[in-house]
Antibody
Framework: QVQLVQSGAEVKKPGASVKVSCKASGYTFTGYYMHWVRQAPGQGLEWMGRINPNSGGTNYAQKFQGRVTMTRDTSISTAYMELSRLRSDDTAVYYC???????????WGQGTLVTVSS | DIQMTQSPSSLSASVGDRVTITCQASQDISNYLNWYQQKPGKAPKLLIYDASNLETGVPSRFSGSGSGTDFTFTISSLQPEDIATYYCQQYDNLPQYTFGQGTKLEIK
C-alpha cells in the first residue's frame, strides 16, 4: 500500500531554514509528481509546489519563489522541501501529497509541524 | 492567478440533511476541480476528482457537479462521521494549484 512518511516536528528561529522529508513506499517513486501543501494553525490549505521525482523538475507557487527548494533522492524514494528565511507566519503543518491522476492529490503524508519562534 | 471562492465558510446541519457547498472560480477551469475532506488533526482526503468523479472507496452520498466557473459539492444525507472541513481545489492553471478557503461542517 502507498505510504508517505514525513520527518518529525521542527522548531526554528526566524531567518533560519527548515528541510522536511517525505519517504515514499508501496509504489514506483519516480512515477508520480509529489506536491507540498501547508496549513497554518486554524487556516486553510496552501499549495507550495511540486516536484517530478523522475526528472527533478520543479514548479513553485509564486508566493514561495526564491524561498523554497524541492528536491528528491530516488535511491531512497524520498522527497524534500526546504524553506529558507523563515518567518513567524511560516508556522504551519507541512504535508507532502502524491498525485493519483492529473491534478488530484490522493495520498498524503501525516504532516510535519514547523514552528518558527524566537 | 485563478481565485477560488468557496461558500459558505461554515455550515450547521442535522443528520440526514442534504448539504450543499459551492465553489466559484475566477475564470473558466473546465472540469479541473477536486473536493477534499479534512478532519481535525488529519491530512486531507480526496473525495471527488474532475468535478464529478467519486474517488474509489468514497461513499456514494458524496457527489460533485459543475463545469466552467461554478461547482457544487453535495452530501445527500449527512452522517455524523461527515463532520469535517471541505475544500475545493483547481488544477486548470498548472502549475499553480489553488484551494478554496474551506467550509467547516458541523452537526446541528
Amino acid at each position: 500500500q502507498v505510504q508517505l512518511v514525513q520527518s518529525g516536528a521542527e522548531v526554528k528561529k526566524p531567518g533560519a531554514s527548515v528541510k522536511v522529508s517525505c519517504k515514499a513506499s508501496g509504489y514506483t517513486f519516480t512515477g508520480y509528481y509529489m506536491h507540498w501543501v501547508r496549513q497554518a494553525p486554524g487556516q486553510g490549505l496552501e499549495w507550495m509546489g511540486r516536484i517530478n521525482p523522475n526528472s527533478g523538475g520543479t514548479n513553485y507557487a509564486q508566493k514561495f519563489q526564491g524561498r523554497v527548494t524541492m528536491t528528491r533522492d530516488t535511491s531512497i524514494s524520498t522527497a524534500y522541501m526546504e524553506l529558507s528565511r523563515l518567518r513567524s507566519d511560516d508556522t504551519a503543518v507541512y504535508y507532502c501529497a502524491r498525485e493519483v491522476g492529473y491534478g488530484s492529490l490522493g495520498y498524503w503524508g501525516q504532516g510535519t509541524l514547523v514552528t518558527v519562534s524566537s | 492567478d485563478i481565485q477560488m471562492t468557496q461558500s459558505p465558510s461554515s455550515l450547521s446541519a442535522s443528520v440526514g440533511d442534504r448539504v450543499t457547498i459551492t465553489c466559484q472560480a475566477s475564470q473558466d477551469i473546465s472540469n479541473y476541480l477536486n473536493w477534499y475532506q479534512q478532519k481535525p488533526g488529519k491530512a486531507p482526503k480526496l473525495l471527488i476528482y474532475d468535478a464529478s468523479n467519486l474517488e474509489t472507496g468514497v461513499p456514494s452520498r458524496f457527489s460533485g457537479s459543475g463545469s466552467g466557473t461554478d461547482f457544487t459539492f453535495t452530501i445527500s444525507s449527512l452522517q455524523p462521521e461527515d463532520i469535517a472541513t471541505y475544500y475545493c481545489q483547481q488544477y486548470d492553471n498548472l502549475p499553480q494549484y489553488t484551494f478554496g478557503q474551506g467550509t467547516k461542517l458541523e452537526i446541528k
